[in-house]
Structures are given as C-alpha cells and as structure tokens.
C-alpha cells in the first residue's frame, strides 16, 4: 500500500501571462489516477489532499505531475516528481520532505519550485493485517471497527466541463 499526501508547492512557475498559476497535482501509480482540486492564483499552493494506491509489483512506480489548469486550452504541464526509492522494498517507509519538480515532456526549463511530500509505504499488507488481527486478539479493547475500505468507482455524472471542445478525459 502507497499512501501519498500531496502537502504543498512552492515557488512554481507563473505559466501564463495574465493570471497567477492555478496548480493542481496528478498522482499516477500502475494503472491508477487520481488529482488534487485546483488551487487558484499562486504559486504557493496548499492541498493537503490524502490518496493511497494498492501497489501490485515491487517495479511499479509513482509520478507525481504538476499542471497549471488552462480553463480556454490544454492544461500546462509544470514538471513532476517521480517516487521510485520507496517502492519495492520490504520495509515500512515514512517519508515527508520536499522534492525538486523536474522538468515533465512540453514543460518549461528551469526554476520548477519544489513539492513537499509525505509518503508511505506499507509492502506485503495481507502479512501486516494478520500481525495487526493477532495483536487485537491479545488486547482486551481493541476496536472491532478498524479496517480498510476498497472503493471501486463505477461511473460518474454531471461533471463540470473543463475542455473547450471535445469531451472531459477523466
């Protein structure tokens, strides 16, 4: 299990001309996708925002990719951070610091800013739950309500339209 915090940004790049950067982070692991909202007119965002990815092989890889939100044309992208020195080992591993951004594909060159983190990862979750059920069965009050939820999303409707022609890619 992957848990990521998307804390903060700073000293991003102002990316268009007339506006202030309108951040938003794009966290990808495996087949997985999940965003921040978008934080509007700095380039000191705060997010804040928890995500956790059930992580299948010891190869896998996180990128975290910064964007600016274009609400005319394609969102800019800022740069990104990739998370590779955590994944795959079989230690549990808390992390929080700030990254460099590096430069992303179509992004500018230089004075990216930096990211700050907080990463978890929890390899071999099923040998963890069955020391934790142990661990409950010898304390008197342990909780009965503690677990994990998976949530699969099946479809969604009426979201906001972010493209000016064509249909959302969500």
Request: with cysteine; aromatic share 6%; glycine share 6%.
């Amino acid at each position: 299990e992957l848990r990521v915090i998307v804390c903060e940004a700073r000293d991003l790049p102002k990316m268009d001309a007339l506006s202030d950067t309108d951040a938003y982070a794009q966290i990808m692991v495996e087949d997985a996708v999940a965003a921040t909202k978008t934080i509007r007119d700095t380039q000191f965002p705060v997010w804040n925002e928890d995500f956790v990815f059930d992580v299948h092989s010891s190869q896998s890889t996180c990128v975290v990719r910064l964007f600016d939100h274009d609400p005319v044309d394609t969102d800019d992208p800022i740069g990104e951070v990739p998370i590779t020195h955590l994944l795959g080992g079989d230690e549990i591993v808390t992390e929080t610091s700030w990254f460099a951004i590096q430069k992303s594909p179509g992004g500018p060159a230089s004075q990216l800013g930096e990211l700050k983190l907080d990463i978890r990862w929890r390899p071999n979750l099923d040998a963890y739950d069955k020391e934790t059920e142990t661990a409950a069965d010898e304390t008197a009050h342990a909780s009965p309500d503690t677990g994990r939820v998976l949530l699969t999303v099946i479809e969604a409707e009426g979201l906001k339209k972010r493209d000016l022609f064509g249909k959302n890619d969500v």
